[in-house]
């Protein structure tokens, strides 16, 4: 029996003011798989995400998302199937006057999956609850989100999306502007949301340090186009890095971990 493809993009194109945005001849992230979507600011990674939920509304080509075909989706079908996806955006600085708790913004998620005008039910505030409690978030949920730290906020952001028990999680730099000590506490979290859930994700990222240790696949974009696509052994090599950031750096790969760095000579 082959494959399930939870993402099927062929022939899809995105032109702004006469640049193209994304060119990408054919990618397909089949369920239950790990893709982290890589490459220099501006080679259309957001890009690739907001066509796959339906958000760029002149892309062109075949785009099939959880068996759908989103360019033929409007109003409510295409609402029903954005409910199906857990969506962490890049994150913005928090409104400090917006009176909502940790608690609350994760049952956004919630919301989100039942509908705007539904109250939540007894078995909607477990599942809340659940994904506070499995993120480590309990000590933190009647404060308010706003005075949180980055960090808090970033795990908040992704509890909320899987309080809407997505079948598809797309991550947009989740461990962005975060400190080291944070950037890994956000690491180990996805890490563990996909090995105990098995859910499909597809993550874009800028640095080979926030893979996490059970993605094994980079797709590399350059300039809207799919460049390479495999094993991040195999799309980071030597040379690739060297074209792409010039002299001085290799990449290192070891026990599923994998960062660029300095050059020259390696003790082992």
């Not at 539904?118 to 949920?141: F, H, N, P, Y």
């Amino acid at each position: 029996m082959g494959s399930v493809n939870v993402i099927c993009l062929r022939a899809v194109t995105v032109h702004a003011d006469r640049r193209c945005l994304l060119d990408v001849d054919c990618l397909c992230v089949e369920q239950g798989g790990i893709v982290a979507l890589m490459g220099p600011n501006g080679a259309g990674k957001t890009t690739l995400l907001r066509v796959c939920l339906g958000l760029v509304r002149h892309a062109q080509g075949q785009i099939v998302v959880l068996n759908e075909n989103v360019r033929d989706l409007r109003g409510a079908r295409l609402a029903m199937l954005r409910r199906r996806i857990g969506y962490v955006p890049q994150l913005l600085p928090a409104r400090s006057e917006l009176p909502l708790t940790v608690r609350e913004v994760v049952a956004i998620g919630r919301t989100a999956r039942i509908g705007l005008f539904k109250r939540l039910t007894r078995r909607d505030w477990e599942i809340v609850d659940r994904w506070i409690e499995r993120l480590g978030l309990a000590s933190l949920a009647d404060r308010p989100f706003g005075a949180v730290s980055g960090g808090e906020q970033r795990k908040t952001i992704i509890a909320r999306a899987m309080a809407q028990e997505p079948e598809l999680l797309l991550l947009d730099e989740p461990t962005a502007n975060l400190d080291l000590g944070w950037r890994e506490r956000i690491v180990e979290t996805i890490d563990q949301i996909y090995t105990q859930t098995r859910i499909s994700v597809v993550l874009v990222c800028h640095e080979l340090e926030v893979l996490p240790p059970s993605c094994h696949r980079v797709a590399l974009l350059e300039s809207g186009r799919l460049v390479s696509d495999g094993a991040p052994e195999q799309v980071f090599t030597e040379t690739r890095v060297t074209e792409l950031y010039g002299d001085g750096l290799r990449p290192w790969h070891e026990a599923g971990r994998h960062a660029l760095v300095p050059g020259g000579h390696r003790d082992d």
